[in-house]
């Protein structure tokens, strides 16, 4: 799991929490560190995201895409634990 990119991403939590809609999807997160100048592996954000819900970071779902799935992880982030916040 990549350290950095968590970092980053719990960092983004920060801004984007709570979502617009209903939950905060991984795609946006994706959007935003793309627009930022990251360059992420495939399965990197999948690696991570799968990390912070093992580890009670987040909650939320996936659906099946296979490209989103490689590229974001395809997360779709219903809770993050206010500790992280």
Request: include cysteine.
């Amino acid at each position: 799991m990549d350290g950095e990119l968590a970092r980053k991403i719990l960092a983004l939590f920060k801004e984007m929490w709570p979502p617009k809609g209903k939950d905060l999807p991984s795609s946006e997160i994706y959007r935003r560190l793309i627009e930022s100048g990251e360059q992420i592996p495939y399965f990197a954000m999948y690696e991570v995201f799968c990390y912070m819900k093992e580890h009670n970071v987040i909650d939320g779902y996936q659906t099946m895409n296979k490209e989103a799935y490689e590229m974001h992880g395809n997360f779709f982030i219903t809770w993050i634990n206010p500790d992280f916040l």
